[in-house]
């Protein structure tokens, strides 16, 4: 499992997700006005539908909800903020690709290229990362709850019509096709399980590992990627030892 997604583990036993709750749910906010632009209806909006989920996921109020589709369908702030990427390279060479929904395009990019250049990273042009990356389904599943073998649940998964099965030391990673993901999370559900993450996100072809001080510096440049209120998802392709990600994390 990548060095992104065990640091990820970590945030989430550490609460810090609790911690940053506040700015968690407006950007969850920003992401639902911006996808309801194209329908308020999730039936025929897949992605205000997985705006939605997320949303939910992350025990997000039903009446935050509503008024960010609101907001969006019915124009107003919503309009204002348009999606761009910002692709560079972290500590260690490791890729780094940023997500951002913005209302200032300038403002944003200058923000982003100070914190890549603070934080032993260089923002790079369009491009230079992105093909490192494709966007894929992701259930993950943890293997402490689950009662199923591992040859069961890779079963069940690849029956539901998963693309690919990898069995980890905590988790057992399923993925998906965008367009199949929430069939197969369905699919899944209705055969008892539950997952730790479910979501369409970008997942790197290749790890770059990191050890000692990159560690550090790599999740330092992460959380302040993560912190900037314009930032949505950032995703990396560093893989390291979770000791050493306890340590520096």
Known sequence: MAGHSKWKNI?????????????????????????????????????????IAK????????DNIDRAIKKGSGGGEGDQYEGVTYEGYGPGGVAVMVEALTDNRNRTAADIRHIFSKRNGNMGEAGCVGWMFERKGLLRIDRKTESRAEDDVMMEALEAGAEDFEAHEETYDI???PDSFEEIKEELERRGFCF????????????VQI?????????????????????????????ADEKELERYG
């Open 55 to 62: 949303a939910r996921a992350q025990n997000m109020p039903n």
């Open 196 to 207: 730790l993450t479910a979501e369409v996100t970008m997942l790197p072809s290749n790890s």
């Open 11 to 51: 945030q989430h036993r550490k609460g810090r997700q609790d911690a940053i709750r506040g700015k968690v749910f407006a950007k969850l906010s920003r992401e639902i006005t911006v996808a309801a632009r194209d329908g308020s209806d999730p039936d025929s909006n897949q992605r205000l539908r997985l705006a």
């Open 175 to 177: 993925t998906t096709s």
């Open 211 to 239: 050890v000692g001080e990159q560690v550090g510096k790599m999740l330092d440049l992460m959380e302040a990627l993560e912190d900037h209120d314009d930032v949505q998802n950032v995703y990396t392709n560093f893989d």
